[in-house]
Structure formats: C-alpha cells, structure tokens
C-alpha cells in the first residue's frame, strides 16, 4: 500500500459554513489520518486544532494566537520569548500569526482536487 502526504498552508481564514460542508459532503474518503492547526474567520482569536483518523473527526480549542493578546501580555510566557524572533519572521501584515497548516496523509491524494 502506497500513502501519499501532502501539507495544506495558508494565512487566510476559513470560511465557518464553507468548511463545515467541505468536511461533511466532499472530505475524500481516501485521507487516512490528517491533523494540523486551523482558524475560522468567524473566531480569529481562536486556534483550532484539527484531527481526523478514519470516520473520526475532531476540531477542538488550541489556545490563542499570539496576536489576539496585548504584546505586554505575550511576554508573561516564557515561551513567547524563546519563539518571538521566529514568529516575526512569517508575520503577515494582515493575517499577523494566524495560519492554517494541516498535514493530510493517505492513498491516491489528489492535492489540486482536494484544494478546488
């Protein structure tokens, strides 16, 4: 068996409605296992992690983005210092560090037909 992976990446939001019928009348059967980190437009301050393994699918809350808090607020994370210099360096001027980046892995994936 031959498994293909493609990783989808984008700064723009999705549309709530749009991915809620993509995942429920056109998610290929042939996706395997996929997971990653997404956000809607109608919650910009939320980061939602996505997992789908087989019939099971799960987007639940993975915090905030660094941008929805006060930059004085950013720094009470260790984290953040560890991280800021890195993150300026793919911040989008609109978007700032929002972003999708989900990982899809299964057979005969068709990324252009996936993405139309």
Same mark, same amino acid.
């Given at each position: 068996?031959?498994?293909?992976?493609?990783?989808?990446?984008?700064?723009?939001?999705?549309?709530?409605?749009?991915?809620?019928?993509?995942? @429920? &009348?056109?998610?290929?059967? @042939?996706?395997?296992?996929?997971? =990653?980190?997404? $956000?809607?437009?109608?919650?910009? @301050?939320?980061?939602?992690?996505?997992?789908?393994? =087989?019939?099971?699918?799960?987007? *639940?809350?993975? =915090?905030? $983005?660094?941008?929805?808090?006060? &930059? +004085?607020?950013?720094? #009470?994370?260790?984290?953040?210092? +560890?991280?800021?210099? &890195?993150?300026?360096?793919? $911040?989008?001027? *609109?978007? +700032?560090?929002?972003? @999708?980046?989900?990982?899809?892995? =299964? #057979?005969?994936?068709?990324? &252009?037909?996936?993405?139309?």
């Amino acid at each position: 068996m031959v498994f293909h992976l493609f990783v989808f990446r984008s700064q723009r939001p999705f549309h709530p409605q749009r991915l809620h019928s993509y995942l @429920n &009348e056109r998610y290929p059967h @042939n996706i395997i296992r996929a997971k =990653g980190l997404l $956000w809607l437009a109608s919650r910009p @301050n939320l980061a939602i992690s996505f997992s789908q393994a =087989g019939g099971s699918v799960r987007l *639940e809350s993975a =915090g905030s $983005w660094w941008s929805s808090m006060p &930059e +004085e607020q950013r720094y #009470q994370y260790p984290s953040y210092a +560890e991280i800021s210099a &890195e993150l300026l360096k793919r $911040w989008h001027p *609109e978007w +700032e560090d929002r972003k @999708n980046e989900l990982v899809f892995i =299964g #057979q005969h994936l068709d990324k &252009e037909k996936y993405l139309s």
